[in-house]
């Protein structure tokens, strides 16, 4: 007993590869892509996941890639005006033990691919797109492109757009959730000058809100534009044109529209969500991550559930190593109510964050007497996990 497929060399299937081989698994990573390169843009995590890939001895390995924001100013998009400032550098490190980092989605792949490979327990192969999955004497076939691949057990990693979770009995997409994401890096240099600390920025607007973040050890802005569409893009993402965002933005902010205008290119992302399934509950075979519930980015969440499903799921794996049929139908257990709660807050977020009118004055008058410090201890929840 102890060979694990994992199909998807994302955040998550790569954090559980790590993960599962601390444990002693030998495991097999099957990845779609020729060759892992630069996809998506930058993310943030929080120390809920930070704390997690710490322990899996990878903070040496991320420190070059990854930024500690020293803290958040929460704006009205219309007028400029600060609402809250939170702290997050030595604050959020005092309070949870683990720091906030914001990160190129594709550094950290990278990071974790490369310890991946140095790992004589974990076998990554690319090029290999999973069709099928099935259950066979002697344990779990994974089809791919160029032969099967034979374990005791499977983990699907594969993201939104699951095989896995198709193969192992659901039929249903993608939720669209009438919100694109229009992202885009910038070099810091080309940033207004008052956007280009080490701070986040959370623009707030009607019907539109806007991230921004410094990326890689701050030489880099990264700027995540939200506003609202009616149906998903074809293919579900694809370039933007800037004029057409800019339109979207009339109206806001002086600096705001500075930084829209200054980044060089835009990618447009159809945002969606799935309802949470792990799997037809029986066999030796699960989902982690945005496989089994991807959720909406608005409360930066998405990626720091797949790392904790990875922790999640080589924890108890290790402990029933003879049964890991019963040992994911405790993952599951342990990881359905957490995810749902917190897809159903990043859902909430989109909301809030697009109010027009009084209701978005009740919003910003409600912000302004909370405060910073007391916006992130709402998340102590989400933050003191595994703390
Ligand atoms: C605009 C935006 C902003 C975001 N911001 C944040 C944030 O701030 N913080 C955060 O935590 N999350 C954020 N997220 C979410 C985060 O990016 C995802 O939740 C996360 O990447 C999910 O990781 P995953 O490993 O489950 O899937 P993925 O990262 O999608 O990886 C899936 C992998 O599986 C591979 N694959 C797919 N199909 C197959 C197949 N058939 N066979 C083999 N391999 C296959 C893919 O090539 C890919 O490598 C954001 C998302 C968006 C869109």
Not at 51 to 65: S, Y
Not at 352 to 357: A, E, S, V
Not at 363 to 370: G, V, Y
Request: glycine residues 14%.
């Amino acid at each position: 007993m102890g060979r694990i497929a994992i199909v998807g060399a994302g955040i998550g299937g790569l954090t559980a590869a790590l993960a599962l081989a601390r444990e002693g698994f030998s495991v097999e990573v099957l990845e779609r892509a020729a060759v892992l390169e630069e996809v998506g843009a930058g993310i943030q995590l929080g120390p809920n996941a930070s704390r997690i890939l710490i322990r899996l001895g990878l903070a040496e390995r991320l420190a070059p890639v990854v930024v500690v924001p020293e803290g958040m100013d929460v704006r009205s998009g219309r007028s400029g005006d600060t609402i809250l400032s939170a702290e997050l550098g030595d604050a959020v490190a005092a309070r949870y033990g683990a720091p906030w980092w914001v990160v190129h989605r594709g550094d950290l792949q990278a990071a974790l691919a490369e310890a991946a490979r140095e790992d004589r327990s974990i076998q990554l192969r690319t090029g290999a797109a999973v069709s099928a999955v099935t259950e066979v004497a002697g344990g779990i076939a994974v089809a791919t492109g160029d032969g099967d691949c034979l374990a005791d057990a499977v983990i699907g990693a594969d993201g939104v757009r699951s095989a896995v979770r198709r193969a192992l009995g659901d039929g249903s997409g993608p939720v669209f959730r009438r919100r694109t994401a229009w992202r885009a890096t910038l070099p810091v240099a080309d940033a207004p000058r008052a956007l280009r600390g080490r701070r986040l920025g959370l623009w707030l607007g009607p019907n539109a809100h806007v991230v921004h973040y410094p990326l890689r050890g701050g030489a880099a802005v990264n700027v995540v534009a939200f506003v609202e569409d009616g149906a998903p893009m074809e293919g579900w993402s694809g370039p933007g044109e800037a004029a057409d965002l800019m339109s979207r933005f009339a109206g806001w902010a002086g600096p705001l529209r500075d930084l829209l205008a200054a980044a060089p290119g835009w990618t447009r992302w159809s945002l969606a969500d799935r309802p949470v399934w792990f799997g037809p509950g029986q066999g030796a075979a699960t989902l982690i991550g945005d496989a089994a519930h991807a959720m909406l980015p608005f409360a930066a969440q998405g990626g720091a559930m797949a790392i904790e499903d990875a922790a999640v799921v080589a924890r108890l794996a290790a402990g029933r190593r003879d049964d890991l049929a019963g040992a994911f139908r405790a993952y599951e257990q342990a990881r359905r109510g957490r995810v749902k709660a917190v897809q159903q807050l990043a859902a909430r977020n989109g909301a809030i964050y697009h109010l027009t009118g009084p209701m978005a004055f009740a919003r910003d008058t409600a912000m302004r007497l909370m405060g910073g410090e007391r916006l992130v201890a709402r998340q102590d929840w989400i933050y003191r996990f595994g703390a």
